[in-house]
């Protein structure tokens, strides 16, 4: 695995990884809507609320959908609109068992009203709760130099 350079990168601030946060969550919503479309055919009525199979399911496509993002190249889709990435603390690529964990820890610090997140305002190091219980941390990635090929090329 090779270790990024985070000399010159800094942690990533909480609107960035809140407007990447709605970002993601309104592609997961969409894929859970997908997976909502054969249970309602299935049954033609409204899903039932004490359905464990399809709470698993909608469970499952949350988890797949971070955990495979963050392990293949340590971003989602809003975070590479927001250019962030997530690294272990060190500055390595994370692995399948610490987005695992990542994920079942940002569950649990959604639950106070959100509180592990908001946790990185007061954090000397700007982590939240799930950073530091996952050993990662979301850095912001520099601006690409644009490309010069317009009429002002040499």
């Known amino acids: 695995m090779d270790q990024l350079n985070l000399h010159n990168q800094q942690i990533a601030g909480c609107l960035r990884r809140l407007f990447a946060s709605v970002y993601d969550w309104l592609l997961v919503?969409?894929?859970?809507?997908?997976?909502s479309v054969p249970f309602v055919a299935v049954s033609d009525t409204a899903i039932a609320p004490g359905n464990n199979l399809y709470r698993v399911g909608l469970l499952l496509i949350a988890t797949i959908f971070f955990s495979a993002f963050w392990t293949l190249g340590g971003q989602t889709?809003?975070?590479?609109?927001?250019r962030l990435q997530l690294v272990t603390a060190a500055?390595?690529?994370v692995s399948y068992r610490q987005a695992l964990l990542r994920?079942?820890?940002a569950c649990i610090s959604a639950l106070p009203g959100g509180l592990g997140f908001w946790w990185l305002l007061w954090d000397r190091d700007r982590l939240s709760w799930h950073?530091?219980?996952?050993?990662?941390t979301i850095v912001l990635l520099p601006k690409k130099a644009k490309a010069s090929g317009g009429r002002n090329a040499p």
């Open 131 to 136: 950073d530091r219980w996952s050993g990662t």
């Open 29 to 35: 919503l969409a894929l859970m809507m997908l997976l």
């Open 91 to 93: 500055g390595y690529p």
């Open 103 to 105: 994920f079942a820890c």
């Open 77 to 82: 889709l809003g975070m590479k609109a927001w």
